[in-house]
C-alpha cells in the first residue's frame, strides 16, 4: 500500500470518467494499465525522526526499481496482467520476496515488502463502497479483502482520484478490524509539465487501537 502508496500517487494521469459509474474491477484495472505505462526517473527519501533513507526510483513501463546504497540494495516491482512480483537485487543475486517476508520493514520504516508489492491491486474481492473528497479532490472508494492469508491486511480500503487514477490514501485493517496502517497524499508537485508526488505520509497504528505509534515520509525531489 506502497509501492502504490509509494507509486500509484507518483504520477497523476487521467483517468476518464463513465456514466454509469465504473465497476470496482474497472476501476482497478484502469490503475494498472496506468501504472504500468509510467516512465520514471527521480530521487527520493524516507523520512522517520531521524532516519533518512535516500533512494532513487525509476520505473520503465511494467518494471519499477527501488535504489538504495549504504549498504546497496535494489527492490525490483513486475507488474504483471494478473499479478505483480518483488524481488530484492543484491550483489549476491536476485532472490524474490515471498509472503512469509512481506511484513519485513524496510531500512528501519514503516514501509514493509508487502507495501511495496501492490498485491492488493489484483485482489478479485472488491467492491466500490461510495464516493468522498480527500484533500479536495473527488474519490472512489474501495473495499478490498485479501484472497488468502499471506496478507498482513485482513480488509483494505482505497480511495482512488476519480480525475487521475492516482490513490490518495490507503487504510489497512487487521483481522479485529483495527486500522493497522495508514497511507495518504500530502501534497504533489509538477516536474516537466506532469504531475508527480511530493509527500505522502505513512502512519502505523498502535496495536488495539487507532493512535498513531509512527510516521514515515516518503518524499520525492525535483
Not at 17 to 33: G, H
Not at 108 to 114: D, F, I, K, L, S
Request: proline letters at 5%.
Amino acid at each position: 500500500m506502497i509501492s502504490r502508496c509509494l507509486i500509484l500517487a507518483l504520477a497523476l494521469a487521467p483517468l476518464a470518467s463513465a456514466e454509469p459509474a465504473p465497476s470496482a474491477q474497472e476501476i482497478l484495472a484502469s490503475v494498472r494499465m496506468r501504472q504500468a505505462q509510467q516512465q520514471i526517473d527521480l530521487q527520493g527519501q524516507l523520512r522517520e525522526n531521524e532516519i533518512v533513507v535516500p533512494f532513487k526510483l525509476i520505473q520503465s513501463g511494467p518494471i519499477v526499481r527501488y535504489i538504495f546504497s549504504n549498504p546497496d540494495e535494489a527492490l525490483q516491482l513486475q507488474l504483471g496482467e494478473k499479478e505483480s512480483r518483488l524481488d530484492e537485487i543484491t550483489r549476491a543475486g536476485i532472490e524474490k520476496i515471498s509472503p512469509a517476508q512481506f511484513d519485513h520493514k524496510i531500512r528501519g520504516t514503516n514501509v514493509a515488502y508487502e507495501d511495496l508489492a501492490l498485491k492488493f491491486l489484483y485482489w478479485t474481492n472488491v467492491a466500490v463502497i461510495g464516493q468522498e473528497n480527500v484533500r479536495t479532490r473527488n474519490c472512489w472508494k474501495l473495499q478490498l479483502r485479501p484472497p488468502s492469508r499471506d496478507s498482513q491486511y485482513a480488509n483494505v480500503l482505497l480511495w482512488i482520484d476519480k480525475g487521475s487514477g492516482a490513490l490518495m490514501r490507503m487504510e489497512g485493517y487487521d483481522a479485529m478490524g483495527q486500522m493497522v496502517k495508514r497511507f495518504e497524499v500530502i501534497s504533489a508537485q509538477k516536474i516537466d509539465n506532469r504531475w508527480f508526488l511530493k509527500q505522502m505520509r505513512i502512519e502505523e497504528m498502535q496495536p488495539g487501537t487507532n493512535h498513531v505509534q509512527s510516521r514515515t515520509y516518503l518524499e520525492i525531489k525535483k
